[in-house]
């Protein structure tokens, strides 16, 4: 027992058989916030039967004297506990009446406080009006009768102030006559109990903080006693009202301050703080007003852009929408003002037909060679030169490829020109590829001058293509039309001058004029990837100066122009409007026909390249909505069609678009071309992981793969194919597609005949007596039986007898039997059907 006595613990209870007291935690709370556990003890009074002798413990001590008569005090409900009532009840109990004591001390203090504020005020107010109108009378001049009584009203003015509005009881009296004290923050009065209680005796008071000093423990009657129940005012509260005193005397002299609109920005999704911070409101108060919307969110969440729009409007401010798109570089709207506008060299595209002769045109009119560097004699790619005139004036022309598959890049050189010049050789004549150029030219607007070329040839006909462009409305002059026409011999030189003066000619009717002082645009005429320089971009200026350094976007990729390079070879500092440059510095490889603009700096490049990769990637995985008829017509061709994989690369972003859709339009409703990956450069080890994966060949159209590629390609036994030609490389995989398919077969029926009766043949066949109806019948050919013209089976003949003879071959009107393979299901009246199956070599 002594050892428990002596470590005695908060929480538990004191040892003992009878217990007469209970140990309790109260909880106290501070008005600065803080909060104070004290261990209180709760003693249960003593129920004394009748008839039976009070305890010694209870008699009252001898010493202390009965005070005075006095009015009595009803007991706190602390001290009356009903029979019966637990020591947790009485807690709880207890800890309750504490609390609503405290909650009423506080209320009492608030309106208090209150109360003393408008005093406060009232008296301040009355005080101001009293010296205005001391100084009104001031002012007045005195009677002359009466001088002695004008000051009066002074002397008595500051008593009437102090009549009318008494100062607390705290501070001092002020002498009658003297001037007003100097304003002063009125003491906070303690707080008071709502309803106190009278005052004890002195000696009861004496006698109770004796008791305090004498006990270290604090009790719930102790604690909820009316003398220590009230709180004091903490130096922040004190603080707090001084500040609130000190707003509400200058509270009539402030103005509201006018609410300043503003103009919002709202985006298409917005946070909540992020709108607050636009508006210059806190974000408490959307989220009060969005709460008042019904809607339940929290400043950092996001909200659409109408409903950003209603709490513009609620707030009073202006909105301004904007939407995702505006990130991107919107150039139709930019025109240039006409003074800023200079004369440009005009912008010429060589159009026409596959060896009709338009390179070697252009290379006469150049004084180069380039057909003799080209695979196969034609141009596969399109190419942008400049020339000067003897005249000193420049012109730049673009060359198109005429091969079928190259429709792109003709409608793309197509748009981009201010003149088409169409080349028509005089000795072949309209083919498809120049119905196409007309076509194009006309979808362009621009004006056409045609070029009848190969003239020198004896059996070149120049007249004959003037008419026969009459089908397709192009009116020459030579035959009172509005479009000019010359006959040109690139070999013999012959034309060529006449050709640039039509050209010059024609530009000076347009007044081609661009602003060369502006941020540059251009166009991408063609792109690839080269081993040392990577990206690199044929670009044709449009409008604006390019300079090196500049940051620009091009499609879906950003860059900064690392150096220029001109149809020469040359490296240049600068490019000016309508010149073809070759731009280093790409982040990638973009599309040809891609729109290239200067932009103001790397972070503004960034930001419209993620935007159309963005747009780009959405677009791309895009579906198309579902539905069952969808769903299962897409089932069958999975398993009706064979996919033949490929994995494509090439040279030049044009060749790449001109093999893919030219491979496209091989595939039919049994075969179809599957692309699995195409792009522009070298082959890598990736594109050949990815053949060897799915069973693809490679084709390199004039690439070809690096050295750690050859050696995967060695190990893994991938399949390459190098063309250099376009028609060779689709006419190769015409065949291969083929192959794939297998031999054609073809059936060819010789002979019918009618079933007459059956025999059996054997333990398990039977034999059919025929009569040969048409045609012929021959051991070993193809049949199919029919019954009521629905084929029950089809098999072969495996025996042929008439009579009793074996035989190779029965005629028309003549009856034999046979015996068929693998069926027995045979009745009289049947038909039997005979073919010959021929297999042919498959083409697409």
């Not at 008595?156 to 009658?176: C, H, R, S």
Request: negative net charge; contains cysteine.
């Amino acid at each position: 027992m002594s050892e428990t006595e002596d470590k005695p613990t908060r929480s538990r209870k004191p040892l003992g058989l009878k217990r007469s007291v209970e140990a309790g935690e109260v909880k106290q709370t501070f008005s600065h916030g803080r909060t104070n556990k004290v261990v209180v003890e709760v003693k249960r009074r003593k129920i004394i039967k009748p008839g039976a002798a009070a305890p010694a413990e209870a008699a009252p001590p001898p010493p202390e004297p009965k005070p005075a008569p006095a009015p009595k005090k009803a007991k706190p409900k602390a001290d009356v506990a009903p029979t019966g009532e637990s020591r947790q009840e009485l807690q709880a109990r207890l800890l309750r009446e504490a609390e609503e004591a405290r909650l009423a001390a506080l209320e009492a203090a608030n309106r208090r406080e209150e109360e003393e504020r408008q005093r406060l005020v009232e008296e301040e107010r009355k005080r101001a009006e009293e010296n205005q109108k001391q100084e009104a009378k001031a002012a007045e001049p005195a009677p002359a009768a009466e001088p002695e009584a004008a000051p009066q009203p002074e002397a008595e003015a500051p008593a009437e102030v102090e009549a009318k509005a008494p100062a607390p009881a705290q501070q001092l009296a002020k002498p009658e006559n003297a001037a007003p004290a100097p304003r002063r923050f009125t003491p906070v009065q303690p707080p008071k109990r709502p309803e106190p209680a009278p005052k004890k005796p002195a000696h009861a008071r004496d006698r109770k903080s004796s008791d305090r000093r004498q006990s270290g423990k604090l009790t719930v009657a102790r604690a909820l006693n009316e003398d220590e129940g009230a709180r004091a005012r903490s130096l922040a509260a004190l603080k707090r009202a001084r500040e609130k005193e000190r707003r509400a005397q200058f509270a009539g002299q402030q103005q509201p301050r006018e609410k300043q609109v503003r103009d919002v920005v709202v985006p298409e999704a917005i946070t909540v703080q992020e709108l607050a911070n636009r508006m210059a409101e806190k974000g408490a108060d959307l989220v009060k007003a969005l709460f008042n919307m019904g809607m339940m969110v929290t400043v950092n969440q996001t909200i659409d852009q109408d409903t950003a729009e209603l709490l513009v409007s609620e707030f009073g401010h202006r909105v301004k929408r904007v939407s995702q798109s505006d990130i991107d570089i919107d150039t139709s709207s930019d025109v240039d003002a006409e003074e800023t506008l200079q004369p440009r060299p005009a912008v010429v595209t060589i159009m026409g037909h596959v060896d009709h002769g338009k390179t070697s045109l252009l290379d006469a009119l150049r004084g180069t060679d380039v057909v003799r560097g080209e695979a196969g004699g034609i141009t596969q790619h399109i190419g942008a030169y400049q020339i000067k005139t003897k005249g000193g004036d420049s012109v730049t022309f673009l060359d198109t490829p005429g091969h079928e598959a190259f429709t792109e890049m003709r409608a793309r050189g197509a748009n981009v020109t201010d003149i088409v010049v169409l080349v028509v050789a005089a000795d072949d004549g309209i083919m498809p590829q120049t119905v196409e150029a007309i076509n194009h030219t006309k979808a362009a607007g621009v004006p056409m001058i045609v070029a009848i070329t190969k003239c020198d040839k004896p059996e070149a006909n120049a007249q004959k293509i003037r008419e026969r462009l009459l089908e397709h409305e192009i009116i020459v002059e030579e035959m009172s039309g509005d479009v000019q026409d010359v006959e040109v011999s690139a070999k013999s030189g012959t034309g060529l001058d006449e050709l640039i003066d039509k050209i010059l000619l024609q530009s000076e009717l347009l007044e081609l004029k661009a602003n060369p002082e502006r941020a540059a645009e251009a166009t991408v005429i063609e792109a690839k990837l080269d081993k040392g320089k990577g990206p690199l971009a044929t670009v044709l200026i449009t409008r604006g100066t390019l300079r090196t350094g500049d940051v620009f976007v091009v499609g879906t990729e950003s860059g900064r122009v690392r150096a220029m390079i001109d149809d020469k070879g040359r490296q240049v500092k600068e490019a000016s409007p309508s010149t073809p440059v070759e731009v280093l510095g790409l982040g990638g490889v973009p599309l040809a026909g891609d729109v290239l603009a200067v932009v103001e700096n790397e972070q503004r490049a960034r930001e419209v390249s993620e935007y159309r990769q963005e747009q780009a990637t959405a677009k791309r995985t895009a579906m198309a909505p579902a539905s069952l008829d969808t769903m299962f017509s897409a089932l069958a061709d999975k398993q009706n069609v064979i996919e033949y994989p490929l994995v494509i690369k090439a040279d030049v972003q044009g060749s790449v678009e001109a093999i893919n859709s030219a491979l496209h339009s091989i595939s039919n409703d049994e075969i179809k071309v599957r692309i699995l990956h195409s792009g522009v450069g070298a082959i890598t080890e990736s594109d050949v992981s990815l053949a060897s994966a799915t069973g693809a060949p490679i084709i390199g159209f004039n690439v070809r793969p690096n050295a750690k590629a050859r050696e995967l390609i060695e190990r893994n036994k991938t399949r390459m194919k190098y063309f250099d030609v376009i028609y060779d490389l689709t006419d190769d995989v015409r065949g291969e597609m083929a192959g794939e398919l297998g031999p054609e077969k073809i059936e060819t029926v010789v002979g019918r005949a009618e079933v007459k009766e059956i025999f059996p043949a054997g333990k398990k066949d039977k034999a059919a007596g025929l009569l040969v109806t048409d045609g012929y019948i021959r051991k070993g050919i193809n049949a199919r039986l029919t019954r009521e013209d629905v084929i029950v089976s089809a098999t072969t003949i495996a025996s042929l007898r008439r009579f009793k003879d074996d035989v190779d071959e029965v005629r028309a009107g003549l009856e034999c039997g046979v015996v068929l393979a693998d069926t027995n299901d045979i009745k009289a009246g049947d038909m039997l059907e005979v073919f010959e199956v021929e297999e042919r070599e498959r083409t697409l």
